[in-house]
């Protein structure tokens, strides 16, 4: 059988070495990258079978990297190693075109597994927020409530969700940092939502970003 040939990328550099260690036994580790910034560079340079990719601290960056990746190479799968056990990112990775989704306590096991999935062109995401990521995406409440916000509100919540200060996301739309303040949080009133966290998760699940 031949291996399939992998590419990792974590910022924790023991974490991504110790992933590298864990796989070569089973896959031809082609790269190990560190630093995100080289990560589109490096998969143009070996066009691997697979991808291997921690979420940085900004989740929603590293989903816009994973389109980037795919649109790249568009036969390329992408396996998610995360931290982030929320299902609402995990159903943004999906849709941005992941393959796979593991938290970082995951058992050697089922990154093995979750790799023997995609390398067959299946899916596969970790038991543990399963069940939450397709309520995350199904929801019916979830559409109704994303029906309430104007369209000045989902801009202004789509660039807030995208790590945008308010000060950046006035610059860009030509408002005030009180305009955009009140905009942010009418939507928390709206929403019954308490913080900016849940504000994010609610763009996230509600495909806002």
């Keep these: 059988m031949i291996k399939p040939r992998v590419l990792i990328a974590d910022d924790q550099r023991l974490f991504a070495s110790g992933l590298a260690c864990l796989l070569a036994p089973h896959c031809r580790v082609v790269a190990t990258v560190f630093d995100f910034g080289m990560l589109v560079e490096e998969a ?16 929603i960056i590293g989903s ?8 790249l190479l568009p036969r ?13 990112l995990a159903g943004l990775a999906f849709r941005s075109g992941a393959s796979a ?14 790799v023997t999935c995609v390398v067959d062109r299946k899916s596969y995401v970790t038991p543990r927020i399963a069940g939450g ?70 763009a996230v699940a509600r495909q806002i970003v």
Excluded: W
């Design 44 to 59: 143009r340079r070996h066009r691997p079978d697979l991808i291997v990719q921690g979420l940085s601290s900004a989740p």
């Design 64 to 71: 816009g990297l994973i389109r980037d990746l795919r649109d």
């Design 76 to 88: 390329t799968q992408v396996i998610v190693v995360t931290v982030h056990d929320d299902p609402a």
């Design 101 to 114: 989704y593991l938290l970082k306590t995951c058992d050697v096991s089922e990154l093995l597994d979750a």
């Design 133 to 202: 990521m397709i309520e995350s995406l199904t929801s019916p409440l979830a559409r109704v409530r994303d029906q309430e916000l104007t369209d000045r509100q989902r801009t202004v919540l789509r660039l807030l969700a995208e790590g945008k200060s308010m000060k950046e996301v006035a610059s860009a739309l030509n408002l005030t940092v009180r305009t955009v303040a009140f905009h942010k949080y009418r939507m928390m009133h709206m929403l019954k939502i308490k913080s900016s966290a849940e504000l994010v998760r609610f």
